[in-house]
């Protein structure tokens, strides 16, 4: 019985070459046939029943639940009250009053999603956590509802991306001017 003989390896700087060539266009054709795009994720909440509103990942510190809230005389009516959280104070946005001027009912859903931004941390009140989901930043389209500048854009025509920047922003700003 003969064995098969192992297939020959170029060895000469012309054929070493031509391999090269080759190595570097496929892994050419490789690259261009995915494209480079970005995705994040986002957590998906709801307000109310029906609004679908998003928080990019890159600012959620944690979940929690709500507790005891602590509210504060004389705050914007958006400011449901403070609690203690690691032992530091915090204030809880209540979003739903920002958009629909109804405060948010607590449930047994109801969430605080500590959020980090603009220099700041502050905890967003929730109707509910629904999941997560990847979005591409620069895919978010514009529409009525994106002409707040809370909201960054919209993901699928039906999620209200945040921009938690300005909204902590604006809050500080508001809160100075008292």
Known sequence: MTLPRPPRLPDSPEERAIL??????????????????????????????????????????EIILPGFITP????????????????????????NYLFFKQKLILSNETRIVVVHGAGMSAGILVESVEGKELYQPDQLTISIYSGSPHIHGIHQGRIAVLNVDILLTDIANTNKNR
């Open 72 to 95: 504060v005389p004389n705050t914007p009516a958006l400011i449901a009250g403070l609690i203690n959280l690691h032992g530091q104070l915090l204030a809880i946005i209540d979003v």
């Open 20 to 61: 090269h060539q080759r190595a570097q266009l496929l892994a050419r054709t490789n690259q261009d046939a995915t494209p480079n795009i970005q995705t994040e994720p986002l957590l998906h909440v709801l307000l109310g029943t029906e609004a679908h509103y998003g928080i990019p990942y890159r600012f959620i510190e």
